[in-house]
Nanobody, 116 residues
């Protein structure tokens, strides 16, 4: 079964933290870079961060220094630790493969709402 299941979102005050999780089926996760993306109403989905199968990470400038992506290969899970959250971080967050055109079917995402 090919699937991505995101969790961990919620409502948080500006300056707070959240940790998102993404459980991926092995066929999606194994041996590939994974990434987090986010989308707000009326806008295109944007890339937030990615991590290669060997653990190298890259970040969008807007989140650099505040967000940390990590992965647990034993559990086919990707995490996004979000600190110092801002109102502009409010979005639905998704995970998927990264650095490839062969993305998997998108999951439902997890809503992150940051109140100012």
């Amino acid at each position: 079964q090919v699937q991505l299941v995101e969790s961990g979102g919620g409502l948080v005050q500006a300056g707070g933290s959240l940790r998102l999780s993404c459980a991926a089926s092995r066929s999606i996760y194994s041996g590939t870079a994974m990434g987090w993306y986010r989308q707000t109403p009326g806008k295109q989905r944007e890339w937030v961060a990615s991590i290669t199968s060997s653990g190298m990470t890259t970040y969008a400038d807007s989140v650099k220094g505040r967000f940390t992506i990590s992965r647990d290969n034993a559990k086919n899970t990707v995490f996004l630790q979000m600190n110092s959250l801002k109102s502009e971080d409010t979005a639905v967050y998704y995970c998927n493969r990264a650095h490839t055109n062969f993305v998997a079917p998108w999951g439902q995402g997890t809503q992150v709402t940051v109140s100012s």
